[in-house]
Structures are given as structure tokens and as C-alpha cells.
């Protein structure tokens, strides 16, 4: 089937006008023109239209009917088109968000708030969920973009930086490390050490620092969430290294951080996306707002609290 929406607007047109001559103006069309993309509808659809006479154009039985059908084929096509420039304009849509639990809590609020602001009417939708489901969504089209520290060996994904992530040592402030203005990996031979499990990244990152400064790596406690760690140091049950971005959930005098050197251990947070599919418009603004989020949440120094 060839039909044109040339021949659909003039066919419509008439119908309502009763009248080629008055179609024509309307559509701003000479007449021979509009008479004959009637006729090669006609020709196209194997039916008469209408019923022509020297004072009036008047439907058949066949053209009122189809008069229905095309006139909600354009009006599907202009809530279509309306709703794509919509899109396009950030003026409507739905994100789908898969965010790190931590990131979740600490860096995507805000920024959802901020972007809903500028652009009420996009739906955010956010689910916090480990690395790996952030992946498996992303790449299954579950989630439009996915937050994270990622390894570069995954791919089929499109990769936005965030900001730099290093580990820093958290510790109490009665601790004697939070007097030391710089503190080595291997000043941490003697401290009691609390880490996430082996199922976390984090905990591979702290693994590798140790055995770099070939200190043994004998943890006292061992838990599956970020804000367990601080828990049990805040408790002073010991000492953790943690990303930069676990200060936002340390509680306001409880805590200090520093930088840890020999080696400077450093990851990237990011913003991905699924490479087989082009990112919508609202997820691509979406990621200048998180970006901008992420870097005033993850400062180069942390102060104490």
C-alpha cells in the first residue's frame, strides 16, 4: 500500500468542505493537484469516495466510513509527532536509574530533585542494586543508565566520567592515625581492620593496596554494606578504607578521613549507558545534572566532620 498523507489531508479536506475548490484554498493547493491525489487514493484503496455533481461533492457510503479511519490515522500521527518534539525538548519521557546502593542514597537524590525541577515533566524512576544488576539492566534495556565504579572490561557500554574516586582511611578521632598528617598503607600493619566482602570491588581495591605494601591482610570484620563499615568504626571497633564519596554518610563528628598513599589507589564513578541503543534525550541531560552532582559529593580533600 502506497497511501500519502498528501492524499489523506486532501480527501479530509474535501470531505469536510464538500467542496474541491474550497479544499484547495485551504490547503493552500491548485486544484488539478488536489483532484488528483483523490483519484490515486481512490486508485489505492480499489474505492469510490465520492459522489461528484456540478453544485456539491458528497461522500459515498464507502468514504464516510473511511473518513473515520483517516482522520484518526492523522490525529495518532500528530499526538505522535507532538509527543516525539516533546521528547526531543526534555518537555516529557521516563528515566530509568540503576544506582550502586551508596550512590543511590548520597549523590542521585539531589540531583533527581535538581533535574525535576528543570524538567517537571520527566518521570524518574531509581533502583538501587549491586554492580552486577546495574550491568544486566543496563544491557537489557531495563535501565536507561546505570551509576557506578565499573571495570573496563565490561562492554557493551558507553561510559560518561563522573568524577575521581580515591580510597581514604576512615578511622575515629581517638584514633592515633587521625594525628598523623599523611598516612602510608603501611601504616596500617597494626590496625584492626573492617572491610566489605570479597563480592565488592572495594574490598578487591583494598586487597591490592595491602599486598602492594606488602602488609598482611587480616580483617575483623567483614560486612556486605558501606554504612556497616562506618557503623563499626564509628563504634571504634577499628579502621576502614572506603571511597571518598562514603564521607556523605558519616555522621557529623564521628569520623575522620584521610588520604592514603603508597599506593594512591583511585577509581572513576560513571554514568553508563547501553552501547547497542542511542540514549534518549532526557537520559543525556539527565547526566550533565549528575555529573555536577557527583563532583561537589566526591571532593579531591575530605575535611573532618
Known amino acids: 500500500m502506497n497511501v500519502t498523507l498528501k492524499q489523506l489531508h486532501a480527501f479530509l479536506a474535501v470531505a469536510e468542505l464538500g467542496s474541491f475548490t474550497g479544499a484547495g484554498k485551504r ?9 488528483q491525489h483523490v483519484r490515486e487514493l481512490e486508485a489505492e484503496l480499489g474505492l469510490k469516495l465520492f459522489n461528484r455533481t456540478t453544485r456539491r461533492v458528497e461522500l459515498t457510503e464507502g468514504g464516510r466510513e473511511f473518513q473515520w479511519s483517516a482522520a484518526k490515522i492523522i490525529e495518532d500521527l500528530e499526538m505522535a509527532v507532538r509527543n516525539a518534539n516533546d521528547t526531543a ?47 544486566e539492566r543496563v544491557r537489557s534495556g531495563q535501565a536507561d543508565c546505570g551509576v557506578g565504579t565499573f571495570a573496563l572490561a565490561e562492554d557493551g557500554l558507553t561510559r560518561l566520567t563522573l568524577a575521581r574516586d ?35 570491588g572495594i574490598r578487591l581495591l583494598v586487597e591490592m593496596g595491602y599486598e602492594t605494601a606488602q602488609v598482611p ?5 567483614e560486612v556486605s554494606q558501606i554504612t556497616t563499615v562506618l557503623a563499626l568504626v564509628e563504634a571504634g571497633l577499628g579502621v576502614a578504607v572506603m571511597p571518598t564519596y562514603a564521607w556523605a554518610a558519616v555522621h557529623p563528628g564521628k569520623l575522620i578521613a584521610k588520604p592514603l598513599s603508597a599506593p594512591t589507589i583511585s ?3 560513571m554514568m553508563v549507558t547501553a552501547s547497542e541503543r542511542t540514549a534518549s534525550p532526557a537520559t543525556a ?3 550533565g545534572f549528575l555529573r555536577k552532582h557527583t563532583q561537589r559529593m566526591v571532593p579531591q580533600q575530605v575535611a573532618d566532620a
Open 27 to 35: 490547503l493552500r493547493m491548485a486544484q488539478p493537484a488536489l483532484s
Open 89 to 135: 525538548e526534555r518537555r516529557r519521557g521516563r528515566i530509568t536509574i540503576a544506582a550502586a546502593p551508596l550512590l543511590a542514597a548520597v549523590i542521585l537524590p539531589r540531583t533527581i530533585a535538581e533535574f525535576r525541577l528543570c524538567h517537571p515533566g520527566i518521570q524518574v524512576v531509581l533502583v538501587d542494586v549491586g554492580t552486577d544488576q546495574i550491568v
Open 166 to 200: 580515591s580510597l581514604m582511611l576512615f578511622c575515629g578521632r581517638d584514633s592515633e592515625l587521625s594525628r598523623r598528617p599523611e598516612i602510608a598503607w603501611a601504616d596500617l600493619h597494626d590496625q584492626s581492620l573492617i572491610t566489605l566482602t570479597r563480592d565488592s
Open 217 to 221: 591482610f587480616k580483617p575483623v570484620y
Open 267 to 269: 577509581r572513576e564513578i
Open 285 to 287: 541531560t539527565f547526566g
